[in-house]
């Protein structure tokens, strides 16, 4: 992974740097504007449109706004009017300048109970961020983020992971896990990676929801049916980034999503729900892996 050209080195990192600066702004604006009461659709919209308007050349994926036992992959649909309840709101965020990619969330507890919840994930971060160097292994991350979580007295949740970042790719090679695994990656400098624990009070895994408004085209090939044709033209400028369903303006969509999605050239992202109910929270930030630690691009 962030196999780069070593004459374009600096060049690239600028650009990891630029859309992790444009994206620390974003998030900080976005978080004073989350409120109960306040809709769910004009944050969304607010966060993708302010990442432009700062000079990034897009979102890397559509704003996420999960709430309460949504761990991850909510996004409002078109024209939604849903408000924030006294929910606890995880706010994932992914700006790209010419395809390099920050990736960070932050939990935002409107309800004023779950402190101590999005404390452990914030907290584990922290600590996971403080074993990032050339040759750190990812199995020690997970292992920090796990004790880091059950000493506070949460679960991690084991089946959502961090991940590397490569050009339009925001899940690329090695996961980073938030619990202990036997064998992990080892990390080098240069390697661009985001970590993002999960705390949670349920059962410390995830499930696939109902719901889904986040889609991705995974892979190009030809269809016939007009809709469907239509559609993949539309999503040409996300290239291999993933994109919401309100993003769209080809008529029949449901139906061009669908016929792409048995086609194998778009892939779905429902909803990830925790398996118990639990409440869950998650923190997340980009960095870059150098000889003796690591720069967080996303601070
Ligand atoms: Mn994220
Ligand atoms: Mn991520």
């Given amino acids: 992974m962030a196999k780069v ?10 650009k990891y740097f630029k859309a992790g600066r444009i994206l620390s702004q974003v998030r900080s604006e976005a978080k004073d504007r989350m409120k109960v009461g306040v809709s769910m659709f004009e944050v969304a919209e607010f966060v993708e449109k302010r ?6 050349d897009g979102s890397a994926f559509p704003c996420n706004l999960s709430r309460n036992d949504e761990a991850a992959h909510a996004t409002p649909y078109a024209g939604e009017e849903t408000v924030f309840g006294e929910d606890v709101v995880k706010l994932d965020i992914g700006v790209q300048v010419d395809g390099y990619i920050a990736d960070s969330a932050i939990t935002v507890d409107l309800s004023g109970e779950y402190g101590d919840l999005v404390k452990a994930s914030e907290v584990a971060l922290n600590a996971a961020i403080g074993t990032v160097k050339d040759g ?26 961090g991940h590397g970042i490569d050009r339009y790719t925001p899940h690329a090679p090695p996961s980073v896990p938030n619990r202990r695994i036997g064998n992990g990656s080892v990390l080098h400098t240069g390697d661009v990676i985001a970590i993002e624990p999960f705390a949670t009070d349920g059962a410390g895994r995830v499930v696939d929801g109902s719901l889904t408004e986040i889609f ?5 090939k030809p269809v016939r049916l007009p809709a469907a044709r239509k559609l993949l033209k539309e999503l040409e ?15 029949q969509l449901d139906f061009a999503l669908l016929q792409l999605e048995k086609a194998g050239i778009v892939h779905s992202y429902p909803v990830l729900k925790e398996a ?19 720069q967080v691009t996303t601070k």
């Fill in 237 to 251: 400028p996300y290239r291999t980034l993933p994109f919401a369903k309100r993003w769209c303006k080809t008529e």
């Fill in 136 to 161: 750190t292994n990812t199995a020690e991350i997970g292992a920090v983020i796990e004790d880091t979580i059950i000493a506070l007295g949460f679960k991690p949740v084991g089946n959502l992971t």
């Fill in 276 to 294: 118990g109910g639990g409440m869950v929270a998650q923190t997340e930030h980009t960095l870059i892996v150098t000889d003796d630690g690591c």
């Fill in 216 to 220: 991705q085209v995974v892979r190009s």
């Fill in 51 to 56: 990442t432009l308007e700062l000079g990034a």
């Fill in 5 to 14: 050209n070593p004459d374009k080195t600096e060049e690239i990192f600028e």
